[in-house]
Nanobody, 124 residues
């Protein structure tokens, strides 16, 4: 069992920045995928960013490329999502997730473990 706890959400104006954190409790495989997803009312859950722990490679949704950065601090066992130049369209509940035995890491919600989510609001 892996527990994931997100934090760092809040309200910002368009153009502002937020850094989301996801603390992992339990064993996360060294070759696992970790990812950020988001979901807003009336929309399906969509992949935002993925990091492959085995090599550190990343992948981003086209809508956030150049603005968001996914990273992991191994010492703190924490996943991060740095969000810059935020747009109103980025407002959503953000979830972190992890899963193993997936290659390449997918941007679709086929992950085993999920956090409870943290809310991000962006005003114009």
């Amino acid at each position: 069992q892996v527990q994931l706890v997100e934090s760092g959400g809040g309200s910002v104006q368009a153009g502002g920045s937020l850094r989301l954190s996801c603390a992992a409790v339990g064993y996360v495989h060294s070759s696992a995928c970790m990812a950020w997803f988001r979901q807003s009312p009336g929309k399906e859950r969509e992949g935002v960013a993925i990091i492959y722990l085995g090599g550190g490679s990343t992948h981003y949704a086209d809508s956030v490329k150049g603005r968001f950065t996914i990273s992991r601090d191994n010492a703190k066992n924490t996943l991060y999502l740095q969000m810059n130049s935020l747009k109103p369209e980025d407002a959503a509940m953000y979830y972190c997730a992890t899963g193993s035995q997936m290659s390449p890491c997918p941007l679709i919600p086929k992950y085993v473990y999920w956090g409870q989510g943290t809310q991000v609001t962006v005003s114009s």
